[in-house]
C-alpha cells in the first residue's frame, strides 16, 4: 500500500504532559501484556507507550497478590500506563493515587472489557450504561493525580446504544487527556468487522485530544487504514503484536522511511524472543509458576515460527528445565515445516469466539 501519512502525521503523539516517542501503542490484553513480554518487545523498537493487562482496581487498594503481580515494572519498561477498572468512584482514585506514588506514567480507565464477570460487577463495557455516574467516577480518578488520565472504551454497548462519541466529548471536558476506542460494541464481542466510521465519529467528537483506533490491526496495511479512514492519532495493537512483536518497529519505519519497513524477524529471532521472555518470566515467579502461565504465550510463538504440532505438543508437555530445554534443541534442529527459517509466512492470533456472555 502507498505511503499516505495522516493528517497530524507533523505533531507527536501527547498525553497531556507526557510526550510519547511514537504513535503506536501496545494495548492491554489479558494474560499476554505482562511485564516480560513488554521488556522483549520494547528494545526492537517503534512502541510509544505500553499498557498493562487490566488490574482490578480494588485489589490494588486492598494489596491483592495479582494486582500486585500485574503492575510489577522495571527501569527499562516505559514509558507504562497502568489500566484500572471498577464501578466505584472512591476506589478508583485511591487506585489511581496509589499508581502515581509507584512512578507509573499514566493511567488508563477500562470501559471495553465485554467480559460477563467484570461487566456484571458494573465495570467495563457497562460503564457506558451510565452516562452521569460513568462521567463523575472518570472526573473522580482524574482529579486524585496530576498523571495524563486516558480511558480505554466500546462504541457502544449494543448497535442501538453508540455513546462512545458522547462520552469522549464529555471526558474530554472533564480532564482525559486522550480516548482509545475499540470498533465494536460490547454485545458484539470480537464478532464483525471494526467499525471504522464509528471510530471516526468519536475522533470528530471531540475538540483537542488524541483518539487511539483499535481493533483488527494485524498489518501494516490494517494500520495505514486505520489511518486513512478515521483520522486517529495513534494506534493501539493488541493480538497482531502477538503474531507479530517488530509491528511497532515497522510502523515507525513506514512513518520515517517514506513508506517502507524492514520484514518482520525470522525463525531464530523469534525463538531467541521466547527464550529471553519465558526466562524473565522465570526470574520474576520462578520456574514451576513460570512454565505453566507461559505455555499459552508459547503456543503462539511456535505457531508463528512454523513449528511442527508435536513439537509444540512436546514443549507443551515440558515440566522441567531439562524437558524445556530439550523441546527448544529439537525444535531449533527442525526449524519451520513451511516457510524458511528467514521468511515465515503471516500468521494472526485469532480473538475469542462465541457468546460473549460465555467467556
Not at 200 to 228: K, L
Amino acid at each position: 500500500m502507498p505511503f499516505s501519512p495522516p493528517l497530524n502525521f507533523d505533531t507527536p503523539l501527547r498525553y497531556g504532559s507526557l510526550e510519547l516517542g511514537s504513535r503506536y501503542l501496545l494495548s492491554p490484553l489479558a494474560g499476554y501484556t505482562n511485564l516480560p513480554f513488554r521488556r522483549v518487545i520494547r528494545p526492537l523498537g517503534g512502541l510509544g507507550l505500553a499498557t498493562t493487562d487490566l488490574v482490578n482496581a480494588r485489589g490494588l487498594v486492598e494489596g491483592g497478590r495479582l494486582s500486585q503481580q500485574l503492575i510489577e515494572t522495571t527501569d527499562d519498561d516505559s514509558p507504562l500506563s497502568v489500566q484500572i477498572f471498577g464501578n466505584d468512584p472512591q476506589v478508583m482514585a485511591d487506585a489511581a493515587r496509589l499508581l502515581e506514588a509507584r512512578g507509573v506514567d499514566s493511567i488508563d480507565i477500562n470501559m471495553g472489557c465485554p467480559v460477563d464477570h467484570v461487566t456484571k460487577t458494573g465495570a467495563g463495557a457497562s460503564l457506558m450504561q451510565n452516562t452521569d455516574r460513568t462521567v463523575g467516577m472518570v472526573a473522580s480518578v482524574v482529579d486524585a493525580v496530576s498523571l495524563p488520565v486516558t480511558v480505554k472504551m466500546r462504541l457502544g454497548w449494543d448497535e442501538n446504544h453508540i455513546t462512545a462519541p458522547r462520552f469522549a466529548r464529555l471526558f474530554e471536558e472533564v480532564g482525559v487527556v486522550a480516548i482509545a476506542i475499540h470498533g465494536r460494541t460490547r454485545s458484539q464481542g470480537f464478532s464483525g468487522n471494526v467499525d471504522r466510521k464509528g471510530i471516526r465519529q468519536v475522533v470528530e467528537a471531540v475538540e483537542s485530544i488524541p483518539v487511539i483506533g483499535n481493533g483488527d490491526i494485524r498489518t501494516i496495511p490494517d494500520a495505514i487504514q486505520m489511518f486513512q479512514e478515521t483520522g486517529c492519532a495513534g494506534i493501539s495493537i493488541g493480538r497482531g503484536a502477538l503474531a507479530n512483536p517488530w509491528i511497532f518497529r515497522q510502523l515507525l519505519e513506514w512513518e520515517t522511511c517514506n513508506g517502507q519497513y524492514q520484514p518482520a524477524g525470522g525463525f531464530d529471532e523469534r525463538l531467541s524472543l521466547l527464550r529471553k521472555q519465558f526466562r524473565l518470566l522465570e526470574q520474576q515467579l520462578g520456574f514451576d509458576i513460570a512454565i505453566g502461565q507461559f505455555r499459552r504465550m508459547a503456543h503462539w510463538y511456535l505457531k508463528s515460527m512454523r513449528v511442527r504440532a508435536a513439537l509444540r505438543h512436546r514443549f507443551d508437555q515440558a515440566k522441567t528445565n531439562d524437558e524445556l530445554e530439550d523441546a527448544l534443541r529439537e525444535i531449533n534442529e527442525v526449524g519451520p515445516h513451511t516457510g524458511s527459517r528467514d521468511a515465515l509466512p503471516d500468521m494472526h492470533v485469532p480473538v475469542p469466539g462465541g457468546p460473549v456472555e460465555r467467556w
